[in-house]
T-cell receptor, first 113, second 114 residues
Framework: AQSVSQHNHHVILSEAASLELGCNYS??????LFWYVQYPGQHLQLLLK??????LVKGIKGFEAEFIKSKFSFNLRKPSVQWSDTAEYFC???????????FGKGTRLHILP | SQTIHQWPATLVQPVGSPLSLECTVE??????LYWYRQAAGRGLQLLFY??????ISSEVPQNLSASRPQDRQFILSSKKLLLSDSGFYLC?????????????FGPGTRLTVL
């Protein structure tokens, strides 16, 4: 069965620090990968997605993620975080043959001003 | 683009009472629809999904049920609520036939069972 692991449940950083949130998935076939973000008081929304092609994916607000197939990973990165990046981040995975998306447990990111 | 409405926004119910949460979608037809429960530290748990009217797949055995009486309406129900049913319930949709599987989420319903 598909599963998604997010290693960090709660991350606290200062502004301008670099960010990397880990995500590993368990699935043997072709996968689609996502990062969703939920800012305080807002809807869950898509940050970036990978379906095929360049394994380095650029998303909104300066975020990027790299798909490393051999490691079953899709880590989220940002070189310099801002206070407004405070949010909860969810990694998700599904396959082209599946109607379901499996979400990780989420990582709460708190940026200190 | 699609818009998802959820009603009510918040709900406080006693244990043993019935539940009905409604989700309606605008701006797309024949979408896949999903119910999730979001709990702190547990992420998003998929409860039900539907690929068409009257078609419901259950992911987690529990005292909740779902129905899809119309193409763009998805209802989450319970005959008797438990304390453990408290949580934040999210409805999501995905365009049918899309290979991109991007989901769009509603604003959620905060359910407190006392």
């Amino acid at each position: 069965a598909q599963s998604v692991s997010q290693h960090n449940h709660h991350v606290i950083l200062s502004e301008a620090a670099s960010l990397e949130l880990g995500c590993n998935y368990s699935y043997g076939g072709t996968v689609n990968l996502f990062w969703y973000v939920q800012y305080p008081g807002q809807h869950l929304q898509l940050l970036l997605k990978y379906f095929s092609g360049d394994p380095l994916v650029k998303g909104i607000k300066g975020f990027e993620a790299e798909f490393i197939k051999s490691k079953f990973s899709f880590n989220l990165r940002k070189p310099s975080v801002q206070w407004s990046d405070t949010a909860e981040y969810f990694c998700a995975v599904n396959s082209n043959r599946d109607d379901k998306i499996i979400f990780g447990k989420g990582t709460r990111l708190h940026i200190l001003p | 683009s699609q818009t998802i409405h959820q009603w009510p926004a918040t709900l406080v119910q006693p244990v043993g009472s019935p539940l009905s949460l409604e989700c309606t979608v605008e701006g797309t037809s024949n979408p896949n629809l999903y119910w999730y429960r979001q709990a702190a530290g547990r992420g998003l748990q998929l409860l039900f999904y539907s690929v068409g009217i009257g078609q419901i797949s259950s992911e987690v055995p529990q005292n909740l049920s779902a129905s899809r009486p119309q193409d763009r309406q998805f209802i989450l129900s319970s005959k008797k609520l438990l304390l453990s049913d408290s949580g934040f319930y999210l409805c999501a949709c995905e365009r049918q036939g899309s290979l991109r599987n991007e989901q769009f989420f509603g604003p959620g319903t905060r359910l407190t069972v006392l």
